[in-house]
C-alpha cells in the first residue's frame, strides 16, 4: 500500500482555448480544454491543472465557464487557477467544478489571502503556485507569470505559505520552463525537504527519464507537464508503465 | 430514485451529483430536513473545516434530520469530511460535536508524513464489504484530507494507511462512509458509488 506518484497535465487557458507560449511566436492554439481533458481522464491522468493566462479581460470572463465544460469531462480532481485575487474567487472557481485553487501573485502580496482561503474551504484545497528562478545557491519566488522578482527567497515563502494553510505547493522553474532540459530536481528536492505538504514540479519535462528523475532524486510528490501531452508526442499510459517498470509507485489504469 | 445530497453551503457538489446523475440516480439538494425526509437514501459529501461542516448543518436544522435518518436506518453515504462528521468529534475542532452515529474520535495525522494525504493510495479490505464489491484488491482511489478516523473504529471494512492505519471505508447497517472521493476516484470511485445505489434497493 503506497501512496503513488502523480502525473498531472496542464492546460495553459487563453480566452477558452488551450494555448502554448512559443518564443517570438507569442501564443499557439492547442485545441478545446474539455476535448484535451477528456483525453487525459480516459488515458490514466491523475490529476488536471487548468491555468488561466488570459491578459485580457474578456479572456478571464470566460475561465469559469471553461472550469465548468472541464470538470464536466472528468472524474479526477481539477486545479484551477490564475489570478485570484479575492477569497470570492477561489469561491467561485470551486463552485465551477474546481477541487483545488492556486494563488501565487496575490498571495506574495497579501499573504492572509492563503488563510482566508485555507479557514473556508480547507488546506487540501488551496495550491501556492510558486515559480523561482536561481539565484546563486538558492531560489527566487516570481509573480506575474514570471515576470516581476519578489525579493523572496523561494524556500522561506514555500514555507510562511504552508505555515498560513497552503496544502500543496506547485513548483514550476522558470529557469527550465520550455526548455525541453529536464525538470530542476535539485529545487525540487530542496523544497519538498522544507515542507510537510505534498510538492508538484513543474517546467522543463521532455522525456520519460525526466519525470523518473523527479520522482527519485527530485523527491516530487507529482509532476506536471503541458505540451509533451497537447502534441501526443508522449502518452500518459506509456510514460505510467515505463515509471512503475522502473518501480515508482504510480496507480496504473484499468 | 431519489438521492438527497447534502449542501450545508461549501463543497463541491456538482461532481458528486454527476457521478450519481450518470450512474442513474436522480439526486436532489437538501438544504433542509425536508429532502432528507423526502429521499430514499442521503449523501453526504464534505471538503473543508469541521467546524463550518458541523455548523452548515446545524444552521441549516440538518442535524437532527440526520439523526433521525440514521435511526429510521435510512441508507447514508457519508464521503471524506462527511465521514469523519458522522462520529462524535474531531481534532480538528474539539469543542464542535459531530453527528455522533459513532463514539470515536477523529484525529489529526501525524507530523511524521506529509499533510495533508493528497492523492491516490490503495486499500487493506478488514472485513466483508459492500461498498467495495468487485473493486480489485489493489485499485487505487482519490484521498485529499489532514484528519482520519483511526482504523480501531468499529464500523471500518477497509483501512488505508499515512502516518497511521485509518479507516477508508466504514459500513454499519445501511449506513457507510468512505474517506476518499469516489467521484475523483476514475472507474473504480464508479464502482463504489455503484455499489452503494444497489445497497438502496
Redesign the interface.
Known amino acids: 500500500m503506497t501512496l503513488a506518484r502523480r502525473i498531472i497535465p496542464c492546460l495553459d487557458v487563453d480566452a477558452g482555448r488551450v494555448v502554448k507560449g512559443i518564443e517570438f511566436e507569442g501564443l499557439r492554439d492547442m485545441g478545446d480544454p474539455a476535448e484535451l481533458a477528456a483525453r487525459y481522464n480516459r488515458e490514466g491522468a491523475d490529476e488536471l491543472v487548468m491555468l488561466d493566462i488570459s491578459a485580457s479581460v474578456e479572456g478571464r470572463g470566460t475561465f469559469l465557464d471553461t472550469i465548468h465544460r472541464v470538470a464536466e469531462q472528468l472524474n479526477i480532481p481539477l486545479t484551477a487557477g490564475g489570478g485570484i485575487r479575492k477569497m470570492e474567487e477561489g469561491r467561485a472557481v470551486l463552485r465551477a467544478g474546481a477541487d483545488k485553487v492556486t494563488v501565487n501573485t496575490a498571495a506574495v502580496e497579501r499573504p492572509g489571502l492563503i488563510a482566508e482561503l485555507s479557514q473556508q474551504f480547507g488546506a487540501q484545497a488551496v495550491v501556492l503556485s510558486l515559480d523561482v528562478k536561481r539565484k546563486g545557491d538558492s531560489w527566487e519566488a516570481y509573480t506575474r507569470g514570471g515576470r516581476d522578482a519578489t525579493g523572496l527567497d523561494a524556500a522561506k515563502w514555500a514555507a510562511e505559505a504552508v505555515s498560513r494553510g497552503a496544502g500543496e505547493i506547485l513548483l514550476t522553474s522558470i529557469d527550465r520552463d520550455g526548455t525541453c532540459s529536464g525538470f530542476d530536481c535539485e529545487l525540487t528536492a530542496k523544497i519538498a525537504q522544507t515542507v510537510p505538504v505534498p510538492v508538484i514540479a513543474s517546467g522543463g519535462a521532455s522525456t520519460f527519464e525526466d519525470f523518473l528523475a523527479v520522482f527519485t532524486g527530485g523527491q516530487a510528490d507529482a509532476a506536471l507537464a503541458a505540451s509533451i501531452f497537447h502534441q501526443e508526442t508522449r502518452s500518459i499510459a506509456a510514460m505510467k508503465k515505463f515509471l512503475a517498470d522502473r518501480g515508482v509507485p504510480i496507480r496504473l489504469s484499468r | 430514485m431519489k438521492i438527497a445530497v447534502v449542501d450545508y453551503g ?1 463543497g ?1 457538489l ?2 458528486v451529483e ?2 450519481l446523475l450518470k450512474l442513474g440516480a436522480e439526486t436532489e439538494r437538501a438544504v433542509g430536513p425536508r429532502q432528507v425526509e423526502a429521499a430514499q437514501a442521503i449523501v453526504l459529501p464534505g ?3 469541521f467546524t ?1 461542516f458541523v455548523r452548515g448543518l446545524r444552521e441549516r436544522n440538518l442535524t437532527g434530520a440526520l439523526r433521525a435518518a440514521f435511526d429510521a436506518r435510512k441508507p447514508m453515504l457519508g464521503i471524506c ?1 462527511g465521514l469523519q462528521a458522522m462520529f462524535a468529534s474531531s481534532e480538528e475542532a474539539p469543542g464542535d460535536a459531530g453527528l455522533g452515529f459513532f463514539p470515536e474520535q477523529v484525529r489529526a495525522l501525524p ?1 511524521t508524513v ?11 479490505q478488514t472485513r466483508q464489504s459492500s461498498l467495495l464489491r468487485g473493486v ?1 484488491d489493489d ?2 482511489f ?1 484521498f ?3 484528519f482520519a478516523l483511526p482504523a480501531s473504529a468499529e464500523p471500518t471494512v477497509a483501512a ?3 502516518g497511521f492505519s485509518f479507516a477508508a471505508v466504514i459500513e454499519h447497517g445501511s449506513l457507510r462512509g468512505v474517506q476518499f ?1 469516489p ?8 464502482q463504489v458509488l455503484r455499489n452503494f445505489l444497489e445497497s438502496i434497493e
Open positions: 461549501a463541491n456538482p461532481s454527476r457521478a471538503v473543508g473545516h463550518a469530511l507530523t506529509k499533510s495533508p494525504h493528497i492523492g491516490w493510495n490503495q486499500l487493506r480489485p485499485a487505487y482519490y485529499a484530507h489532514s488505508c494507511d499515512h472521493h467521484e475523483k476516484s476514475g472507474e473504480t470511485g464508479a
